[in-house]
């Protein structure tokens, strides 16, 4: 069982495709919508987590490159610019995942983009804008 966090881009031809459907019934895969946002002839864009067979997830891929989607790792979604952070930890006390931790040893913030859902919720916590959204 392979799990990933990627972001799903759609072009506006394309925002009508079934595209969690076919990842359900065509690759047996459990697909869980953790963000979306379409907006009509806009691009419209999906944070899922899905798991699966490995051999189902490389087919899922080919499907989605081949009709025009384009499909990228989570991590590239958020950004934590840490010569802005003063490591004042009220971050920590919003993020639902614990993508936003404090190393008990430096007392420093640790960012782990492999926890993050993207809810944004840190984004107002922080004074300093050491964190933003890219989605
Ligand atoms: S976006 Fe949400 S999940 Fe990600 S680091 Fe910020 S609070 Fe945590
Ligand atoms: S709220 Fe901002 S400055 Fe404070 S620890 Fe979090 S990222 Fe750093």
Do not use: W
Not at 4 to 24: D, G, M, N
């Amino acid at each position: 069982m392979v799990k990933k966090k990627l972001v799903i881009s759609f072009p506006p031809r394309l925002i009508q495709e079934p595209v969690t459907y076919h990842l359900i019934r065509d690759y047996d895969l459990q697909v869980n919508i953790l963000r979306a946002t379409v907006r009509p002839r806009e691009r419209g864009r999906m944070v899922v987590e899905i798991k699966g067979d490995k051999k189902n997830l490389d087919r899922a891929f080919e499907y989605m490159e081949s009709v025009g989607l384009q499909v990228d790792p989570l991590v590239q979604e958020m950004r934590y610019y840490p010569e802005r952070c003063v490591h004042c930890t009220a971050c920590t006390a919003v993020c639902p995942t614990e993508a936003l931790t404090v190393d008990p040893s430096s007392r420093e913030l640790v960012f782990d983009a492999s926890h993050c859902i993207i809810c944004e919720s840190c984004i107002p916590a922080c004074s300093y804008a050491a964190i933003e959204s890219q989605f």
